[in-house]
Every structure is written in C-alpha cells, then in structure tokens.
C-alpha cells in the first residue's frame, strides 16, 4: 500500500520515515454506522504542499 502524507502529499517509506497513521470520519449512516477514511502523516517537520517555505523546512527535518 502507497502511503502518502496528509500534509506535504509525499510518499512515506513505512519502514524508514517516522509516521502517524490517522483515521478520519467520512460519515455516519442513519443506524450510526460510521465509514472511516484513513490518513497518514510525516513526523517529522515538513511543509504543506504548495508552501513556499518547503525547502527550507525541509533543511530543518534533515
Ligand atoms: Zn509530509
């Protein structure tokens, strides 16, 4: 499974980079059943996609 972070939208290597993985609410049916959606997101620092500060955040996670 390819995960992708939530924040920065990179690809997150499991086995090597730090990460949270996340579920969010999609919604609830009338009988309270929920569906899930689930996430993952980088620990260490990185910058939200499409900041202009990327690259220097990204200096500060190396
Ligand atoms: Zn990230």
């Avoid at 290597?13 to 569906?35: C, F, K, M, V």
Wanted: net charge negative.
């Amino acid at each position: 499974m390819i995960m992708l972070c939530e924040r920065c939208y990179g690809p997150i290597d499991p086995d090597t980079e730090g990460h949270y993985r996340l579920s969010h609410i999609d919604h609830a049916d009338s009988a309270g059943n929920i569906t899930w959606r689930e996430a993952a997101v980088h620990t260490a620092a990185c910058a939200a996609a499409g900041s202009r500060f990327t690259a220097e955040w990204q200096d500060r996670a190396a």
